[in-house]
Structures are given as structure tokens and as C-alpha cells.
């Protein structure tokens, strides 16, 4: 594959993963109160075009859940916390990787999906404007919307 022909890692870490919930007060409450993890954040939609969603802290991963409905066919996603956004995303386009095109599900972050080769959801995520995607050669998101990475909420 182009992808694993070339040197040098194109993410940084491991920042958390997130599951889609039918149900966030149900979900909230058996991650909390049966598993016992502390609430990191929360954000629950002011605009329609906003997803609900909560984090938890785990330890050195962070597992989230976004709660406007379970979405068939998905799983969890693994999101990078990447440094710089625009300069990651061409990188995997460089190397042959279809990236989605980028969703601001908070103000300030920037997400973009992509598939590994056996179809796994991936995401990249780092700071940034859809106004910055505007001025540049890519068109208007239309992927699902994520959220955003530990401790950089509104």
C-alpha cells in the first residue's frame, strides 16, 4: 500500500475514543455511576448543528460518547490529537489515504475521518477554523461529526 511505503509517523498520540449512544442520560449514568469514571466534560447542543457528548477520564486514554443516536455499522472511532491539522491531513493524502473532509463539531477544533485498510473508523483532530477549510482547495465537511479532544473545550 502507498501509505506504508512511506517513513515517519504522520500522528502524534492517541487522544481518546468515542462510541455514539441512543440514550446520553443512560449512558452518562452507567459510566459514571456503575463504572465509576469521573465526568472530564460535557456539551450538550445549543445549535442543531452540534452534537452532545461526554468524556470520562480513564487514565491516559479518554473514552467519550456522543449522544445524538446509535448509528448503525460503526463502532468506536480512535482519534490522533494532531498538532498541525492541515499539515496532517494532506500528509495521509499524500500517502494514499481517502481523508474525509473537515467538520468543526466545536468551535476551534477540526476533525477528519479515515478508514484503515480493514475499514476501522480513524480520526484526526488539532486546532483550527472551517473558515481556514473555506480559503483553502478543500469543499464544505459532510462526515460525521466527532468532538472535541481532552481538555481543549470551548
Known amino acids: ?23 446520553m442520560d443512560r449512558a452518562v449514568a452507567f459510566y459514571r455511576d456503575v ?3 469521573d465526568v472530564g466534560y460535557e456539551q450538550r447542543p445549543v445549535t442543531p448543528d ?17 449522544g445524538d443516536g446509535a448509528r448503525d455499522g460503526t463502532g468506536p472511532r480512535l482519534v490522533f490529537k494532531v498538532p498541525d491539522f492541515f ?6 493524502l499524500d500517502r494514499g489515504v481517502d481523508v474525509a473532509e473537515p467538520l468543526a463539531p466545536v468551535p476551534g ?12 473508523l480513524l480520526v484526526i483532530s ?18 460525521d461529526p466527532g468532538l472535541a479532544p481532552r481538555g481543549e473545550a470551548p
Request: charged share 20%.
Open 126 to 143: 488539532g486546532r483550527g477554523e472551517l473558515a481556514e477549510v473555506a480559503a483553502g482547495p478543500v469543499a464544505a465537511p459532510d462526515a
Open 35 to 37: 463504572l465509576g469514571l
Open 50 to 66: 452540534q452534537t452532545a457528548f461526554v468524556t470520562f477520564q480513564t487514565g491516559g486514554i479518554q473514552l467519550s460518547i456522543n
Open 1 to 23: 500500500s502507498a501509505v506504508l511505503d512511506q517513513p515517519g509517523s504522520v500522528v502524534d498520540r492517541l487522544d481518546h475514543v468515542y462510541y455514539w449512544v441512543s440514550d
Open 87 to 92: 499539515g496532517t491531513r494532506q500528509a495521509l
Open 109 to 120: 477544533i477540526l476533525i477528519a475521518e479515515f478508514r484503515d485498510p480493514d475499514g476501522n
